[in-house]
């Protein structure tokens, strides 16, 4: 989002102090989240504003499930996740998938901005592309769980 202006288009408007977060890794691992909860102790925000897809969404969510004293505004850069409008996020240790749940880290407000999943594809392989329209149709039909026997505690 840095690449194509839209953090800064975002941070232009935001009139108090803030800080950006760089080099969110897809498929968060708690021990990236130990990182930033140490980040968002020491700059100590009232609000997190998450613009990428459902990994960087997810992995400021996981931050406030330990960090718990912001709110969380989210702006997704793909279509499919859902992650701006649920309270659970995502993440991996050793590999194997586990859900946080927590009321207070669901996003109190989610900005669907039609130029940053437009801008993302145009600029995205073909394979990448068809990755996530097979993202969704796994959210819209829920197809994963019938594939996949095997699941995190």
Request: neutral net charge; contains cysteine.
């Amino acid at each position: 989002m840095i690449k194509y202006g839209f953090t800064q288009e975002v941070a232009d408007t935001v009139d108090m102090p803030y800080f950006i977060m760089k080099d969110i890794k897809s498929e968060p691992e708690e021990k990236d989240i130990e990182k930033y909860v140490e980040i968002l102790k020491r700059e100590e925000p009232d609000a997190i504003i998450a613009i990428g897809g459902g990994s960087v969404i997810d992995t400021a969510k996981a931050s406030l499930y330990h960090y718990k004293k912001a709110k969380l505004v989210a702006i997704p850069s793909t279509s499919g996740s859902g992650s701006e409008v649920t309270m659970a996020a995502v993440l991996a240790k050793n590999g194997v998938k586990y859900s946080l749940v927590a009321d207070y880290i669901a996003p109190i407000i989610a900005i669907l901005d039609s130029r940053l999943p437009e801008k993302c594809l145009q600029n995205s392989s073909p394979i990448l592309v068809w990755m996530l329209l097979l993202t969704q149709l796994n959210h819209m039909f829920r197809i994963q769980p019938l594939l996949f026997h095997k699941h995190s505690p």
